[in-house]
């Protein structure tokens, strides 16, 4: 008898030990999703050229940055980001945007929908065209979108009342959309 009771003991012992290392377990990973606030990594770390979907599941993401590859040199295996999903939409509480170097030809209107967000760095995507939508993130304080080519603004860009600094080296805006730039924007520091 005395025998049995030391095994039950033991048995029940081991069954509440499992169920504290299960507590535990599920109550660290509950910890790890509430800090989970900032994604940093590379295409060449992805080793692919999307964002994975795991990304937008990170609900109290706020800082995403994915950096791209310097593809100019026919480089195998070379990754670049070519547009931004719309599940962004998901990632409420996000307030800063880096996909520098990748190859995003548009912005999507989900941006929009992400009412904390005050840093949008588009910096280096040559290929970036369709931006009108970036006029429409009313919360954009700093925009960077050096080296991408671009020709002229929306014609609203002047509906960032918030927006603070705007950085446009490497495009080939003239000096009359330049101009016209500066004049919508009379409050924010502009680079060309």
Known sequence: MTTLKFISSIFILTLIGISRSYSLANHVYVMKASIDTAYNISTKQLKGDR????????INLRHLSVTGMDCDNGKPNCWMIKEIPKEIKNLRKLKTLRLTLNAISAIPN??????????????????????????????????????????????????????????????????AEQARIRKALPNCNVKF
């Open 51 to 58: 964002i994975p979907d795991s990304v937008f599941w990170m």
């Open 110 to 175: 989900e941006l929009a929908e992400l009412k904390s967000l005050n840093l949008v760095d588009l910096t280096d995507n040559g290929g970036l065209t369709n931006i009108d939508n970036i006029a429409k993130i009313q919360s954009l304080e700093y925009l960077y979108l050096y080296g991408c080519g671009l020709t002229k603004l929306p014609g609203n860009i002047g509906s960032l009342k918030k927006l603070k600094e705007l950085g446009l080296v490497g495009n080939n805006l003239d000096k």
